[in-house]
């Protein structure tokens, strides 16, 4: 039987995606690209794209001969960014967006994991994507992933452990968050890649933390000036002070009101959060 049979859909139906995909495990679609961009990007359409990219001064990321990355592509073509603005909605991911990467031979990026799910669309060309369940992951590398630490992502997939996809002209390849991957492609080709990041705990509590903290005034007291005339005693002192005031403020923060308040924010702004 084939290996990948099991990630196999005959079209995206959202509702099976989400009971039996997301977060889960891949999902390959033959020919499912078109319908679900809505229509084909092609060649002519990553030019302008790109002097469009160039003339706005966006980070374009380039191998001469061999590779040409155009993160956000969706910032400089309209119908891309409001298709990414109707994904973020129904997917609950903020800031969604296209990525769109052309080869001009053999070519690939190393094996690497992502804190976004990724869908990507094969417009031309061949491109081979082996995809490892995050189980080989160290958890310290996916905490500092979530948290934007540079220089984490890259990681082998281990020998054995990959499963392969094949994808042609019009065909969709689901990749879910943390899922290691390698694509590469035959020779030319053109895809493009919706991109979902995934909202930490951190970024989904902390700012909203902030707001309430300065809506109630806690914490407000200006803490001792450590200049260079204190004592050591003096010192010492305004520093155990400053410790002292900083449990309080962090018992007052972790009460059950400013929770509630928190959870308030939450509700209002995260994306589909309100019932």
């Not at 191998?63 to 609950?92: C, K, M, Q, W, Y």
């Not at 903290?213 to 204190?230: C, E, F, K, W």
Request: proline letters at 6%.
């Amino acid at each position: 039987m084939d290996p990948t049979s099991e990630f196999v859909e005959p079209a995206f139906d959202p509702v099976r995606f989400f009971s039996e995909y997301w977060r889960r495990k891949p999902m390959f679609i033959r020919g499912g690209a078109e319908s679900f961009l809505g229509r084909r990007f092609t060649g002519a359409d990553f030019d302008a794209a790109y002097a469009a990219a160039t003339a706005a001064g966006a980070d374009i990321r380039e191998r001469a001969g061999e590779v040409t990355f155009i993160e956000n592509v969706s910032a400089h073509v309209p119908d891309l960014l409001e298709r990414a603005g109707t994904f973020g909605a129904d997917f609950a991911a903020p800031k969604t967006w296209f990525d769109a990467i052309r080869t001009y031979s053999p070519s690939g990026i190393g094996a690497h994991f992502d804190h976004s799910d990724n869908f990507v669309l094969q417009q031309e060309g061949v491109k081979h994507w082996t995809l490892a369940a995050p189980e080989h992951l160290d958890q310290a590398d996916i905490a500092k992933r979530m948290l934007n630490v540079p220089g984490v992502g890259g990681h082998e997939i281990p020998d054995g452990q990959g499963v392969l996809f094949t994808l042609e002209p019009g065909d969709l390849l689901y990749l879910p968050l943390f899922w290691l991957h390698h694509g590469v492609s035959d020779a030319a080709s053109l895809s493009l890649s919706l991109v979902c990041p995934a909202v930490s705990l951190y970024a989904a509590v902390m700012p909203f933390v902030g707001q309430v903290v300065r809506s109630r005034a806690l914490g407000h007291q200006p803490i001792s000036a450590l200049h260079a005339y204190l004592s050591d005693e003096e010192r010492a002192s305004a520093v155990s002070e400053i410790r002292r005031a900083t449990v309080e403020l962090l018992r007052r923060i972790s009460d059950a009101e400013v929770a509630d308040l928190v959870c308030s924010l939450q509700r209002e702004r995260l994306p589909g959060a309100r019932v």
